[in-house]
């Protein structure tokens, strides 16, 4: 069974940094500098602990499958970042789970937008952004992290 918690604890900010730079690189060939993108403002995140920002880590037997957050970007628009699912999690429902934590999270907060970046490899959960009501505003073909990428800006209004 996968459970969700908010509170972050020891070993959880390196174990979301490894899962992304583990992950990406396996299936995207990203290198070492993915890590260092996703753990600079991972603990920038832990040390501010702001009541508009949350962090969801989905577990399963105590080993972490899965993370999502929202991030204050300004008053009014949250970003949504570290959404992952590894990939002996997926197919069960746990990405939508996550996305709707967010979005719930970030209307409760009073956020006007939600806005996210990802890369277009990452098509099944670009169908999930779609699916839950977000539009692509944005694309910019370049070079990150060792790879070729197409970046993708998502963007979704709160009603």
């Not at 995207?28 to 753990?39: I, K, Q, R, S």
């Amino acid at each position: 069974m996968i459970t969700v918690r908010t509170d972050l604890r020891p070993g959880d900010v390196g174990e979301i940094v490894r899962l992304h730079g583990v992950l990406y690189a396996r299936e995207h060939g990203f290198d070492p500098t993915f890590e260092a993108y996703v753990a600079e403002p991972l603990a920038r995140f832990a040390i501010s602990g702001s009541p508009r920002e949350r962090l969801w880590i989905a577990e399963r037997e105590g080993r972490i499958v899965g993370s999502i957050a929202i991030v204050e970007t300004s008053p009014g628009t949250a970003q949504l970042r570290w959404f992952l699912v590894d990939p002996e999690a997926r197919g069960q429902g746990l990405g939508g789970r996550l996305l709707d934590e967010a979005i719930a999270f970030s209307r409760e907060r009073s956020y006007r937008t939600i806005v996210l970046w990802t890369v277009s490899a990452l098509a099944a959960a670009a169908r999930l952004y779609v699916a839950k009501g977000f539009a692509r505003t944005e694309r910019k073909p370049g070079r990150l992290w060792g790879a070729d990428v197409v970046e993708e800006k998502y963007e979704r209004r709160l009603g």
